[in-house]
């Protein structure tokens, strides 16, 4: 597994940052740029409700290797508010800001494996995971 790559969160600049990492990592595995485009706009999503909610945070890239199949591993976390209902925010249509609520779930659309974990008062992680067709 190759080394980690970790890009602070803080503001809409670091949003580009990372989205525009997303997509370098997704080239130099081989993806198509149908996915690598899937992956920069769910890297953007989580980046952005990082900014929106928590104000900052983290992600951290990872390359995986699953029987010769390569993948990336997007790791977002910040210590905000939480989540205090997940299966609610992860629901079409519902928002606590205003938006249109289709960010986490309209994310775990454009990945192969999604996760979320969310304590109130502690934090977010959201971990998503591509892999090369």
Wanted: charged letters at 20%.
């Amino acid at each position: 597994m190759a080394a980690e790559v970790k890009i602070s969160i803080e503001s809409e600049l670091d949003i580009v940052t990372a989205r525009q990492k997303g997509r370098e990592l997704a080239a130099g595995l081989g993806f198509s740029g149908t996915d690598q485009t899937l992956l920069a706009t769910a890297i953007s999503e989580v980046a952005r409700n990082i900014v929106s909610y928590a104000g900052r945070g983290e992600i951290v890239f990872t390359s995986l290797n699953e029987d010769g199949r390569p993948g990336i591993m997007v790791v977002a976390q910040d210590q905000g508010p939480g989540i205090s209902n997940v299966e609610q925010a992860m629901r079409d249509g519902y928002s606590t800001g205003n938006s249109l609520g289709v960010g986490l779930p309209g994310t775990r659309r454009l990945v192969d494996d999604f996760a979320l974990a969310s304590t109130p008062g502690v934090g977010t992680t959201v971990t998503l995971k591509k892999w090369r067709r």
